[in-house]
Antibody, heavy 121, light 108 residues
Framework: QVQLQESGPGLVKPSQTLSLTCTVS??????????WSWIRQPPGKGLEWIGY???????YYNPSLKSRVTISVDTSKNQFSLKLSSVTAADTAVYYC?????????????WGQGTLVTVSS | SYVLTQPPSVSVAPGQTARITCGGN??????VHWYQQKPGQAPVLVVY???DRPSGIPERFSGSNSGNTATLTISRVEAGDEADYYC???????????FGTGTKVTVL
């Protein structure tokens, strides 16, 4: 069974870049069968999709975040990563990684446990 | 952008039926997925493609989708069903995943 695990700093200063990594186990990103997504959830609020990447490096981003987001993949480590630049307190959230099959209308069927990132000086 | 509207809360007695709606423009033409999120946990997929259940999800969870409203129905509600529920679609006009506003289900 596939498992996803987020990792990275839990505290980021305003104006800096948030960096997180999702490590996938029990399945290979290189299989090419899935899109690999990042989603976030501010405390007490709803879910917001950030973007996804395919093993080849192709990406799709939420237009509302596109100017600040970079998602990359390292197939040798079976990991994909998120960078969000110029963060503010509004970027404080639990960040989740998840996967979906290649049909864009497909659901996010496996999720990581999430990691809380706080933006504060 | 595409908006999905859910009622903020639904309350239901144990053993009764909970219905959670998800409203969107012509949502019946899209595939709707539903997630259950318990406090401090990641969302879990409970219904996909309007009405299908992933392996391990009880038959008590069912879904429907028509017109401008999709519905998640939880039959014979149990205390363990208390959670937040989110609907989700892929908005092909904007190329992004869209989540509903979320519904908190309280078991009385």
């Amino acid at each position: 069974q596939v498992q996803l695990q987020e990792s990275g700093p839990g505290l980021v200063k305003p104006s800096q870049t948030l960096s997180l990594t999702c490590t996938v186990s029990g399945g290979s990103i290189s299989s090419g069968d899935y899109y690999w997504s990042w989603i976030r959830q501010p405390p007490g609020k709803g879910l917001e999709w950030i973007g996804y990447i395919y093993y080849s490096g192709s990406t799709y981003y939420n237009p509302s975040l596109k100017s600040r987001v970079t998602i990359s993949v390292d197939t040798s480590k079976n990991q994909f990563s998120l960078k969000l630049s110029s963060v503010t307190a509004a970027d404080t959230a639990v960040y989740y990684c998840a996967r979906a099959t290649l049909v864009q209308s497909s659901p996010l069927d496996y999720w990581g446990q999430g990691t809380l990132v706080t933006v504060s000086s | 952008s595409y908006v999905l509207t859910q009622p903020p809360s639904v309350s239901v007695a144990p053993g009764q039926t909970a219905r959670i709606t998800c409203g969107g423009n012509n949502i019946g033409s899209k595939s709707v997925h539903w997630y259950q999120q318990k406090p401090g946990q990641a969302p879990v997929l409970v219904v996909y493609d309007d009405s299908d259940r992933p392996s391990g999800i009880p038959e008590r969870f069912s879904g429907s989708n028509s017109g401008n409203t999709a519905t998640l129905t939880i039959s014979r509600v149990e205390a363990g069903d208390e959670a937040d529920y989110y609907c989700q679609v892929w908005d092909s006009s904007s190329d992004l995943y869209v989540f509903g506003t979320g519904t908190k289900v309280t078991v009385l």
